[in-house]
């Protein structure tokens, strides 16, 4: 059974910063995309980041470039999510994602395969 578990989500303050990790079990997910979604308070989920399999090709939501970094270590099975600079709206569940199908230029999306439970973020103003 696949497995997503995220970590890192705390309360912070605005212009902090925090880690995010996701951890897979039941397969590898070495060959596939992986990636961050989040979705606030009466909003819908909207897409963060992707990275492809090797960690050489990223892709990012408009509203994060340059704040935020994905980054993934196969050898763990696991994705991370820099987020540096943050804000008040950067406040939602952020859920972590695999597999599936990614578009990495033009207008970015992700369509996965698998998603985890969520981690909290609450930036503080």
């Known amino acids: 059974q696949v497995q997503l578990v995220e970590s890192g989500g705390e309360l912070v303050q605005a212009g902090g910063s925090l880690r995010l990790s996701c951890a897979a079990s039941?397969?590898?997910?070495?060959?596939?995309?992986m990636g961050w979604f989040r979705q606030a308070p009466g909003k819908e989920r909207e897409f963060v980041a992707a990275?492809?399999?090797?960690?050489?090709?990223?892709a990012y939501a408009d509203s994060v470039k340059g704040r935020f970094t994905i980054s993934r270590d196969n050898a763990k099975n696991t994705v991370y999510l820099q987020m540096n600079s943050l804000k008040t709206e950067d406040t939602a569940v952020y859920y972590c994602?695999?597999?599936?199908?990614?578009?990495?230029?033009?207008?970015?999306?992700?369509?996965?395969?698998?998603w985890g439970q969520g981690t909290q973020v609450t930036v503080s103003s």
């Open positions: 994602a695999a597999d599936g199908s990614v578009t990495y230029r033009g207008t970015s999306s992700y369509t996965p395969r698998y």
């Open positions: 039941g397969r590898t997910f070495s060959s596939d995309p």
């Open positions: 990275i492809n399999w090797r960690g050489a090709i990223t």
